[in-house]
């Protein structure tokens, strides 16, 4: 892509506190948002559920961008995080999808050769368009230093849903996959490969400033297969991403990974790794290069619960990496039943330093 091409807004370095401390820099107080922190905890977020349904509010443009904002204005985060799923890319290329109340994401799945046929890669960038969309009018519409993130699942974790179905326990369906059908499984984890690629280009594209890849259930993986699964598709899709747009950093979020998340960072090549409940974040600092951001991982529930338990924990973590840098973060999304002022207080203690 030619310089040209890029929408102005692209031109220089932002000096957003999250994407300094994304590319490397110790920001103190560190800059702070929340997964889910657009969703059910919000009563204003409840309002416009009545609206339309999941599906319906990801792809229109306006409740996308109202539901993005919504926790900005009440709390003021250093990010904002596009309201979509991580199941829109296999939606956008064909395969069924849909959301059903208390049952979560229900897709008919893809299990052989001929089901792969349902996906179609040629339609992806057009299906995505009111994505971008959204993306573009909220570059217009965030506050000054408020950065944007686009988004998408890593190919293991959206491949778990398009195998499973929806949500699963055990995952049986692709772990039987993987080791009966490897030509569907591979052949499945090539065409996300490649177009969760490309989908988050074209998000930056849109005026998306910094990426973040969610592996919820890379950990369920045995270290050998999440090599081959979880770190080669990441470092794969962050080549990608950086042959084209090396200024916009890169989150990756290897849930459950463990002690293989130190080695998630180095061959991924990621800018910063999100890390789960139970990382501790002084250790994992001792894991990785002192460049490489962390971010994270208050417990939800501890959030969900309040108080002074609350604050001191934020603390905790918040100081335990004071002089390198991190974004402050949970280490999964918020509790749909947590009170917004515990959010309000949370983001209060990590800023008053
Ligand atoms: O209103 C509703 O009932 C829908 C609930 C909901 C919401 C608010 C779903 C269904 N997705 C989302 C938004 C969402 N999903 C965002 C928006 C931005 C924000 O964080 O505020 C993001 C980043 C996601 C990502 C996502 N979707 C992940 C990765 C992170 C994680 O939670 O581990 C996963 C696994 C999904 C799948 C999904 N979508 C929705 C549900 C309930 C699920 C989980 C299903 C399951 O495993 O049982």
Redesign the pocket.
Known sequence: MTQASTPAVHTGRSDKPLLRALRGEAVWPPPVWL??????YLPEFRAM?EQAD?LTRCMTPEIAVELTLQPIRRYGMDGA???????ILPWAMGQDLR?E?GR??ILTPIRTEEDLKVLDEDRMMDAVEPVREALRRLRRELPEQTALLG?A?SPF?VAC?MVEG??SRDFAHIRAMMQQKPSVFNKLMDILTRNTAKMLCGQIEAGAEAIML?D?WGGILPPEAFRQYVIEPTRQIVEYIRARHPDVPLVGFP?LGGVMVAEYAEKTGINALALDTVAEPAKVAEMVPDTLTLQGNLDPMILLNGGEALVKEARRIRDSLKGRPHVFNLG??VIKTTPPEHVAALVEAIRDV
């Open positions: 997964m889910r922190q657009a969703g059910r559920r999941f995080i596009l309201f979509s799923d991580i199941l959301f109340e979560g994401p988004f699942g974790t849903y929806g949500g969610f919820s849930r999964h999304g």
